[in-house]
């Protein structure tokens, strides 16, 4: 027992300003990394995701900033509207600028900063812009530094603890948007530790469980009543 409020390590984390990243399957897969700026989340997508690794530079595109209540968005975006389909919240936390002025850092195009109270991404990071929208994002080495692909051991939502196709086959989806979402949940076997080996030699079975495809054979499966994290807030600016 102890003599703690209860609720107290939580609190914490409302007083820094949040940042969040979203694993989206829209055309393409990428993230969404958003970072609280003035009201809003000042977003960049990553196609590879975040990498820990201080080696490993990765694109960053810098997208419309998202308002604030679409942080705790997890589910699927229709068909046909703008970015359709899966959305995950792949982690998230807080974040501080490393210089006070993130309006100034942000015109220069190098913007310094810190995550805390990841579940994956923790410590000091930059985004350094290359070109017009374009940006890096680029890990500083320090003890969060890791050489693990945190995109392939760490994939699950870290509010549902659910897969891509989990959160799919869960909000209703189209067959479609569940071979994508499944797809997504895939460790790219193109860069796996099987691609270069015979077929003999690889395991017969997938080392990781493999969503069904499509999950289309489950025809008669209603969609779970949603949470409020599964509602959609309305399009913001
Ligand atoms: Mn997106």
Same mark, same amino acid.
């Given at each position: 027992?102890?003599?703690?409020?209860?609720?107290?390590?939580?609190?914490?984390?409302?007083?820094?300003?949040?940042?969040?990243?979203?694993?989206?399957?829209?055309?393409?897969?990428?993230?969404?990394?958003?970072?609280?700026?003035?009201?809003?989340?000042?977003?960049?997508?990553?196609?590879?995701?975040?990498?820990?690794?201080?080696?490993?530079?990765?694109?960053?595109?810098?997208?419309?900033?998202?308002?604030?209540?679409?942080?705790?968005?997890?589910?699927?975006?229709?068909?046909?509207?703008?970015?359709?389909?899966?959305?995950?919240?792949?982690?998230?936390?807080?974040?501080?600028?490393?210089?006070?002025?993130?309006?100034?850092?942000?015109?220069?195009?190098?913007?310094?900063?810190?995550?805390?109270?990841?579940?994956?991404?923790?410590?000091?990071?930059?985004?350094?812009?290359?070109?017009?929208?374009?940006?890096?994002?680029?890990?500083?080495?320090?003890?969060?530094? &890791?050489?693990?692909?945190?995109?392939?051991? !760490?994939? *699950? %939502?870290?509010? @549902? /603890? $659910?897969?891509?196709? +989990?959160?799919?086959?869960?909000?209703?989806?189209?067959?479609?948007?569940?071979?994508?979402?499944?797809?997504?949940?895939?460790?790219?076997?193109?860069?796996?530790?099987?691609?270069?080996?015979?077929?003999?030699?690889?395991?017969?079975?997938?080392?990781?469980?493999?969503?069904?495809?499509?999950? &289309?054979?489950?025809?008669?499966?209603?969609? !779970?009543? *949603? %949470?409020?994290? @599964? /509602? $959609?807030?309305?399009? +913001?600016?």
């Amino acid at each position: 027992m102890t003599p703690e409020p209860a609720g107290r390590p939580g609190r914490r984390r409302t007083r820094g300003l949040a940042f969040v990243v979203q694993k989206h399957r829209a055309s393409h897969l990428h993230y969404d990394l958003r970072l609280e700026h003035e009201g809003a989340m000042q977003s960049w997508a990553v196609p590879k995701g975040p990498s820990l690794d201080p080696a490993t530079k990765r694109l960053a595109m810098m997208t419309e900033p998202h308002p604030m209540d679409y942080n705790g968005f997890e589910g699927v975006i229709p068909e046909g509207e703008y970015g359709g389909g899966t959305v995950m919240i792949w982690d998230r936390g807080t974040w501080e600028p490393e210089a006070s002025d993130v309006g100034a850092a942000l015109a220069r195009g190098e913007l310094k900063f810190r995550l805390a109270y990841g579940r994956k991404l923790n410590g000091s990071w930059v985004l350094v812009r290359t070109r017009n929208r374009q940006w890096l994002l680029i890990k500083h080495r320090d003890r969060f530094a &890791a050489a693990e692909d945190v995109t392939v051991t !760490r994939p *699950r %939502s870290v509010v @549902s /603890r $659910r897969t891509m196709a +989990g959160i799919a086959r869960a909000a209703g989806a189209t067959p479609r948007q569940l071979d994508l979402a499944a797809a997504a949940d895939a460790p790219r076997a193109r860069d796996g530790a099987w691609a270069g080996e015979p077929p003999s030699l690889r395991p017969r079975t997938a080392p990781a469980p493999a969503p069904t495809p499509g999950g &289309a054979s489950r025809p008669g499966r209603r969609p !779970r009543s *949603r %949470s409020s994290r @599964s /509602r $959609r807030p309305a399009p +913001g600016p």
